[in-house]
């Protein structure tokens, strides 16, 4: 699709803001209207960069922001939904990346202690869970109070939360990383090295290979980043 508006904009509205292509208001897949909470200003700013930077092509891809903001608005106020994504994400529990753990090679034990370790013990200590690490891909599972603790911890956020939490856990394979990065321990920086471990560790031993590492790499920075941004409120 070729870009057929000319001007973006945002309008502040009596229950919301809204951006508008050529003073229309954008549309969500569904067909209903993306709109923004009021403390979410900054937020709306930058969906109409994303907006603004199509220049010639709509490019989906480049279109992160207002891809989970339309996730949150047409699917994730609906409470069976919501149940489907929780019970999804927390399945995300049995095979979260930073749960497994390798004792080989020595460069890749190295990152794991660096960016694994405190991140489950932070879990561990803020949310008063048991969460086991595995040498194997056989036979694992999390404590079932842990379950209900983490699910009980989804059923506390809004869409937007919720909206972050599914697209960060999905990209990062990583229930962990995503709430360590919805609660503000993580940064969006800080979670791209948690989830880029293995491959770092590939890296240290064998190299980069270029226009494929580093391209990753700034691709899942940049998601990240988009997610954290819609969590920020200004009041």
């Known amino acids: 699709m070729k870009r057929f508006w000319k001007t973006v904009g945002i309008d502040r509205r009596e229950d919301g803001i809204a951006v508008t292509l050529d003073k229309r ?4 897949p569904s067909g209903n209207t993306l709109l923004l909470p009021k403390n979410k200003r900054l937020v709306a700013t930058l969906i109409a960069h994303e907006w603004e930077n199509q220049e010639t092509l709509l490019k989906p891809h480049a279109l992160p922001m207002t891809s989970i903001a339309s996730r949150a608005i047409d699917a994730l106020s609906d409470e069976t939904t919501r149940k489907e994504v929780q019970a999804a994400l927390l399945n995300y529990l049995e095979t979260d990346t930073v749960c497994f753990h390798h004792d080989d090679p020595p460069q890749l034990v190295e990152l794991q202690h660096k960016y694994w370790d405190p991140l489950l013990d932070w ?3 803020t949310f008063g869970v048991d969460i086991q690490v595995f040498t194997s891909i056989l ?3 999390q404590p079932r ?5 983490f699910n009980a911890v989804l059923a506390e956020m809004d869409p937007w939360e919720l909206a972050v939490m599914e697209r960060v856990t999905y990209l990062t394979k990583s229930f962990i990383i995503s709430l360590a990065l919805i609660k503000h321990h993580l940064t969006a920086e800080q979670a791209s090295l948690a ?5 770092s560790s590939q890296i240290q031993r064998w190299g980069e290979v ?3 590492h580093d391209v990753d790499f700034h691709d899942i920075r940049r998601q990240l ?4 941004c819609l969590l920020t409120k200004i009041t």
């Open 139 to 141: 036979a694992h599972s």
């Open 210 to 212: 270029e226009d494929s």
């Open 195 to 199: 989830a880029q471990v293995e491959v």
């Open 25 to 28: 208001a954008l549309k969500t």
């Open 123 to 125: 879990a561990r200590s």
């Open 225 to 228: 980043g988009s997610a954290a």
């Open 145 to 149: 109070e842990t379950r209900d603790k």
